[in-house]
């Protein structure tokens, strides 16, 4: 299973149609893991965002839409590096922020650069319900 799912996200990374991806699935089945240990196989740096542990991440995605000072706050706030094509970010316990997946719109057409991955419940995805969704890839 480990390598199937490693595949799919790999393909994802190189694909030159990549879109931000939501991982999607139940409590406790491994969606951060994989995340985090694909960014340490296949990137120089993974940037790492939990908004259910870390609420003023929250606040980033409240105020603005503009791709740059989102990330610019990002940075500033956990001190890890992003690079464009070398930097895996995660959003971990997106299903806590919605305005989190609508940003994902902006990503994906102002910053494609940037390689996002996202993990949430479904239960928590599904009650957000984005405006957006047609955007995103799932890796499942």
């Known amino acids: 299973m480990e390598r199937l799912i490693l595949n799919k996200l790999l393909d994802w990374k190189t694909s030159p149609y990549r879109k931000p991806l939501i991982l999607k699935g139940v409590r406790q089945v491994g969606k951060t893991w994989i995340l985090k240990e694909f960014?340490?196989?296949?990137?120089?740096?993974?940037?790492?965002?939990?908004?259910?542990?870390?609420?003023?991440?929250?606040?980033?995605?409240?105020?603005?839409?503009?791709?740059?000072?989102?990330?610019?706050?990002?940075?500033?706030?956990?001190?890890?590096?992003i690079?464009?094509?070398k930097t895996l970010i995660i959003f971990d316990e997106i299903q806590d922020c919605p305005k989190v997946?609508?940003?994902?719109?902006?990503?994906?057409?102002?910053?494609?650069?940037?390689?996002?991955?996202?993990?949430?419940?479904l239960l928590g995805i599904a009650l957000a319900k984005p405006d957006s969704?047609?955007?995103?890839?799932s890796a499942l």
């Open 39 to 81: 960014g340490r196989r296949y990137y120089e740096n993974t940037a790492y965002f939990n908004f259910d542990e870390n609420e003023e991440y929250k606040q980033f995605f409240e105020t603005t839409k503009d791709v740059n000072r989102i990330l610019q706050n990002l940075i500033l706030a956990s001190g890890q590096k």
């Open 133 to 137: 969704r047609r955007l995103f890839q």
């Open 101 to 121: 997946i609508n940003s994902m719109k902006y990503f994906c057409e102002n910053a494609p650069q940037y390689h996002i991955a996202c993990a949430g419940s």
């Open 83 to 85: 690079v464009p094509e």
